[in-house]
């Protein structure tokens, strides 16, 4: 499972990329962002990630995939913080 948003003609967000545990550790979810990178519309220039930053696992695999440290940002959820880490993906040109 995999959510995307245009945010401006250039930028991107992926959200709640998901693999069924079993399925783990067997390319897919590379497999995923590539396909969803092969989808976005032609001026998107960024792709735009966030995960929660206790979250190490996810966090390596991104790194993995090639994605930078943007920013952290900690909302309120339901009265707790919850510390987010945004991460962006420079997109090649001639995709
Ligand atoms: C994060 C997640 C999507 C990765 O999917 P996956 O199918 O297991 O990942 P892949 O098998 O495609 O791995 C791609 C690369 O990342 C690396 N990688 C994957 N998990 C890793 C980890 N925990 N630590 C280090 N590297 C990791 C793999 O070694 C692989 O590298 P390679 O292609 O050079 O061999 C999956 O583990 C998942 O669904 N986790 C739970 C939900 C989650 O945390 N989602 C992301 C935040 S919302």
Do not use: C, H
């Not at 545990?21 to 979810?29: E, H, Q």
């Not at 998107?44 to 920013?71: Q, S």
């Amino acid at each position: 499972m995999a959510q995307t948003a245009i945010l401006q003609p250039t930028e991107a967000m992926l959200w709640k990329l998901y693999v069924r545990s079993v399925w783990r550790n067997k390319g897919l979810g590379r497999r995923m962002i590539e396909e969803t990178i092969r989808r976005l519309p032609p001026g998107v220039a960024v792709l735009r990630t966030e995960y929660y930053a206790a979250n190490e696992r996810a966090g390596m695999f991104y790194r993995k995939l090639g994605f930078v440290f943007d920013f952290i940002e900690e909302p309120s959820y339901q009265g707790q913080k919850v510390r987010s880490a945004y991460l962006r993906l420079a997109l090649p040109s001639d995709r």
